[in-house]
């Protein structure tokens, strides 16, 4: 038995099967990730002065992979409209580029921008104690400024045991350039190019830290949030390239020879999916990266 | 709503995040006076009238080839 309204769409809806099927898929997709996202904005208005990480990430990477997600969303339409007008070649080629793009996205989070965080420090200092590191936060500075204040000190661990060890009773750190210069009037904002880290090292006592870590999700919740996000959304980035995969492999060569326009049908409902992955990543680049 | 139609609005809030993206850089430049900010703002502006160009131009062909009605 055939099924009916795969590559034709049904006089009544004006839609076939598939695209049915993933307009639903995507409406819970919204839910899921709105959620996340008022998550992110209501936790973060809500956070005390000087408690939300800023200028974190490294914005020229972020870019980077933003416009490699615009142009894989360009190249999936190209591959689309190649189908559409029979030209199978060019379709391989313009899917070739799509998962290429989804790769690189992928390596870039995985193996650049999350590890140089997992392997990042930061301490945050006890109110009590932060006149005593004022040399590197630089409040009273940042209070003329009307900025908001420092309550950490970050950099390289050069000391990693004394994460785990008790009897280690101070951290040293390797400073990053906010912490090595507070003064600097470059340091007051976020950079967009991110400052090479300092050689200055900070003996930084246990009993004045209220929480020490790394830059992983136990760090703040901003880190919470951030590894959150972009880990569900890598997760979709690899769903739509394995698929993109497949309908590249020589499996569409075989549909594509029995029933073209089915083969076109799978390519736009995976290309729907795809530009919905990629227009998350349009709210996330500037709420995460920028703001 | 078929990809092409998404398609357009995809590039049509990707433009607007570049153009929003390059009055931010912009605004800190003026405000802290970073070089790097006006390099930003010159490289958005120029991927936003990049990104509006391909937009027209996707519309265009999609029109020529009937795959928009």
């Known amino acids: 038995m055939e099924i009916p309204y795969t590559t034709t769409a049904r006089p009544d809806t004006g839609l076939w099967n ?7 898929f995507l409406a819970s997709e919204v839910m899921l990730f709105g959620g996340l996202f ?23 990477v972020g870019t ?3 416009a490699i997600l615009i142009a894989s969303s360009v190249t999936v339409v190209l591959a689309w409209a190649a189908l559409k007008m029979r030209q199978f070649s060019k379709y391989k080629f313009y899917m070739g580029i799509t998962i290429l793009c989804g790769i ?121 949030t951030y590894f959150t996000i972009t880990g569900l959304h890598g997760l979709h980035v690899l769903g739509g390239v394995i698929v993109f995969i497949y309908l590249w492999l020589p499996v569409s060569a075989r549909l594509y020879k029995r029933n073209p326009e089915q083969l076109a049908n799978r390519v736009e409902v995976a290309g729907l999916f795809w530009h919905f992955v990629d227009l998350v990543w349009i709210f996330v680049f500037p709420l995460f990266y920028l703001l | 709503m078929s990809l092409k139609g998404f398609h357009i609005v995809f590039i049509t809030v990707t433009t607007l995040l570049a153009l929003s993206l390059g009055v931010w850089c912009l605004a800190v430049n003026r405000g802290a006076g970073a070089p790097g900010y006006l390099t930003g703002a010159i490289f958005c502006f120029a991927a936003a009238a990049g990104l509006l160009t391909y937009g027209v131009w996707f519309y265009r062909k999609m029109k020529r080839l009937r795959l928009i009605t």
Not at chain 1, 38 to 60: C, E, K, Q, T
Request: no cysteine.
């Open chain 1, 38 to 60: 008022s998550a992110y904005i209501f936790l973060r208005l809500d956070a005390a002065p000087g408690h939300w990480p800023r200028g974190l990430l490294n914005v020229p």
């Open chain 1, 64 to 66: 980077m992979n933003t």
């Open chain 1, 18 to 24: 598939a695209k049915i099927g993933i307009w639903l």
């Open chain 1, 104 to 224: 690189v996205f992928l390596v870039v989070k995985l193996a650049y921008e999350w590890p140089i965080k997992f392997h990042h420090f930061g301490a945050k200092i006890t109110p009590a104690a932060l006149e005593k590191y004022e040399p590197y936060l630089g409040n009273a500075h940042l209070r003329e400024g009307g900025y908001e204040p420092r309550v950490e000190i970050s950099g390289h661990l050069e000391n990693p045991e004394a994460l785990h060890d008790e009897s280690i009773r101070e951290y040293h750190i390797k400073l990053d350039a906010a912490n090595a210069e507070p003064l600097n009037p470059d340091n007051d904002r976020p950079r967009f190019w991110p400052a090479p880290m300092s050689d200055k090292i900070a003996h930084v006592s246990k009993d004045d830290v209220q929480l020490a870590s790394m830059y992983v999700p136990k760090h703040s919740t901003f880190f919470a």
